[in-house]
């Protein structure tokens, strides 16, 4: 089975800090993603990466950087942390060679910011 | 701009069979995906259209319509743990990047 860990389920920061989320994957996937889950938008983009240190924006990206230095290991990072960042934190992961439409996600990291 | 819709709840008892429409309109389509999310969870893949049609996977079928831009959900013989928030996702690129839909929480009662 795929498996895609986040470094934390919750996370209280306050505002200004700077914030790292880390996603891990275990399936030499390529693709890897990160999310934001608000009630009533449903799943935003913020980045994407296609291969190791490689990095597209997405919908959503400011305010927000990425880090992808190893193949399995996309890092998501809050230069300054603010309170309209407090939102529920998806990363998934889908390799192109076989079913790219498949995203396989992490349980989540739900941020808080004081 | 891209966007994808599907109505934001649906209530329906055990057994019943219930269909979650999604409409969209994306600068790319190569497919729709669906994604079942219970709560607390993390999304978990359904199932994928790529052609125009019906595909079955045991009580969940999925349709698409790509000249009507239009895709549906059904979930039959529903029970109480298909109780969750279901989003539609247009495939929009040979990469495999998707622009989700807000989602549609299904309540089924007793």
């Known amino acids: 089975d795929v498996k895609v860990t986040q470094s934390s389920r919750y996370l209280v920061k306050r505002t200004g800090e700077k914030v790292f989320l880390e996603c891990v994957q275990d399936?030499?996937?390529?693709?890897m993603f990160w999310y934001r889950q608000d009630p009533g938008l449903g799943l935003r983009l913020i980045y994407f990466?296609?291969?190791?240190?490689?990095?597209e924006k997405g919908d959503i990206p400011e305010g927000y950087s990425v880090s992808r230095e190893k193949k399995e290991r996309f890092s998501l990072i809050l230069e300054s942390a603010s309170t309209n960042q407090t939102s529920m934190y998806l990363c998934?992961?889908?390799?192109?060679?076989?079913?790219?439409?498949?995203?396989?996600f992490g349980p989540g990291t739900r941020l808080l910011v004081l | 701009g891209q966007s994808l819709e599907q109505p934001s709840e649906v209530t329906a008892v055990e057994g019943a069979i219930v269909q979650i429409n999604c409409t969209y309109q994306t600068s790319g389509f190569y497919g729709l995906s669906w994604y079942q999310q219970h709560d607390g969870g993390a999304p978990t893949f359904l199932s994928y259209?790529?052609?125009?049609g019906l595909e079955e996977t045991g009580r969940f079928s999925s349709f698409l319509s790509r000249s009507d831009s239009y895709g549906y959900l059904l979930l039959q013989e529903l029970q109480m743990k298909d109780s969750a928030s279901y989003f539609c996702a247009a495939l929009t690129d040979s990469w495999g990047k998707l622009q989700f839909g807000a989602g549609t929480q299904v309540v089924v009662t007793p």
């Open positions: 399936m030499d996937h390529e693709n």
């Open positions: 990466s296609y291969d190791v240190k490689m990095k």
């Open positions: 259209n790529a052609l125009d």
């Open positions: 998934a992961s889908t390799s192109v060679r076989s079913s790219k439409e498949t995203q396989y």
